[in-house]
């Protein structure tokens, strides 16, 4: 599990502050870069991790949580090739909870895509989420 890469997506509707989108975020990711790009007439908080750095605080938070069967079947079920893609719900993650969604309607105000790249995929999802009993 030498390169771990992620880039992790939001909208940010025009309802919303763009600080309260970036907090929701910041609560599961080390990110390295942070960007906020208009697409489309939309616009979108994209932001970069790097390493097991960048995942941490979501590793630790799983544990606290006591998911990780749950994550560890959504992360299987996002598994293609070297590449993991699970959708967060943004309004639980605002308020330092890890709630897995669908990619649409699940989550208001729509969720944080996150997809993250590395050599062995099925390692990280390993690491993330040790088997348990």
């Known amino acids: 599990m030498n390169e771990i890469t992620g880039t992790i997506t939001v909208e940010i509707k025009p309802t919303e502050n763009s600080k309260k989108v970036e907090k929701a975020v910041n609560t599961f990711f080390n990110y390295t870069s942070l960007n906020t790009v208009p697409k489309l007439e939309k ?21 606290q949580e006591r998911i990780l069967n749950v994550a560890r079947k959504v992360l299987i079920n ?13 309004q639980v993650a605002y308020v330092n909870h890890i709630s897995f969604c669908e ?5 208001p105000l729509g969720p944080i895509r996150v997809e993250i790249r590395c050599d062995d995929a099925n390692q990280l999802i390993n690491w993330l989420t040790m088997r348990t009993k």
Do not use: W
């Open 43 to 63: 616009n979108y908080l994209i932001a970069r991790i790097e390493g097991r750095e960048g995942l941490i605080k979501f590793y630790e938070r799983l544990r």
């Open 78 to 90: 996002g598994l293609r090739g070297n590449s993991i893609t699970f959708y967060l719900n943004k």
């Open 103 to 107: 990619p649409k309607s699940e989550s």
